[in-house]
């Protein structure tokens, strides 16, 4: 079922991840994140962000343990760990903050 925003229609697969990629904008990123039943904060858009530019440099989606140490590369320590992330975006964090961020699933996530 399309996400409906501003009289327009965003296809997505289905399991809710966009299918073009291009689609994304933050609006878009905060109706999904209501689906999860994630209200987003600085904290998540930090990690949306990281996601995408993820995504930019090697063109898929990480799974969690390439999420966590790209994190604690990008972010620190602190946050480069994977009980931040599931605190973030759980259950599945790799899966769902990629799902908000209009990334395509992570390849080896169920």
């Not at 209200?39 to 930019?56: D, N």
């Not at 961020?101 to 080896?108: D, I």
Request: charged share 20%; proline share 8%.
């Amino acid at each position: 079922m399309p996400i409906q925003i501003n009289g327009r229609e965003i296809e997505v697969d289905q399991d809710g991840y966009l299918k073009n990629l291009p689609d994304w904008t933050p609006e878009i990123a905060s109706v999904i994140a209501l689906q999860e039943n994630i209200q987003l904060s600085e904290a998540h858009w930090e990690v949306i962000y990281l996601l995408q530019a993820f995504y930019r440099e090697f063109q898929l989606s990480p799974a969690m343990r390439a999420l966590v140490k790209y994190t604690e590369k990008k972010l620190g320590q602190d946050k480069g760990k994977s009980i931040y992330l599931m605190s973030l975006f759980p259950p599945s964090p790799a899966k769902i903050a990629s799902k908000i961020a209009g990334l395509p699933r992570p390849a080896n996530c169920l």
